[in-house]
């Protein structure tokens, strides 16, 4: 394995970890994703709320750390304007994983 590729795959298992703590819809698997801007959160849509057939939506854009902002981003899915919308920054993950996992707002989780 090569040195780029370790953190990634740690931060990786790290998420997948942590959603499997969520306390929304816990009934259903997510899937996390490695993209272009970071790691995207997929799930089944259970409320049925954007997708009314129960396919898989996207939830949450967790952004690392990089150049001029050197901080992680959090970012909710605007399925109705079908754009990311930020929700918090933090200096480490933990918060945000926390954040996205309890969802007590259904930001990420509609």
């Not at 997948?16 to 993209?35: G, M, S, W």
Request: hydrophobic share 35%; with cysteine; charged share 30%.
């Amino acid at each position: 394995m090569n040195a780029v590729r370790a953190p990634r795959d740690l931060t990786l298992h790290r998420l997948e970890r942590a959603l499997k703590e969520r306390v929304r819809y816990r009934f259903v698997q997510p899937t996390v994703l490695i993209d272009e801007q970071g790691y995207r959160v997929e799930s089944p849509c259970c409320s049925r709320n954007v997708d009314p057939s129960g396919g898989t939506i996207a939830i949450a854009l967790l952004k690392p750390p990089v150049g001029e902002h050197p901080c992680w981003t959090l970012c909710a899915r605007d399925h109705q304007q079908q754009a990311w919308v930020e929700k918090e920054r933090a200096d480490q993950i933990e918060p945000l994983l926390d954040l996205l996992c309890l969802d007590s707002e259904r930001q990420f989780w509609p």
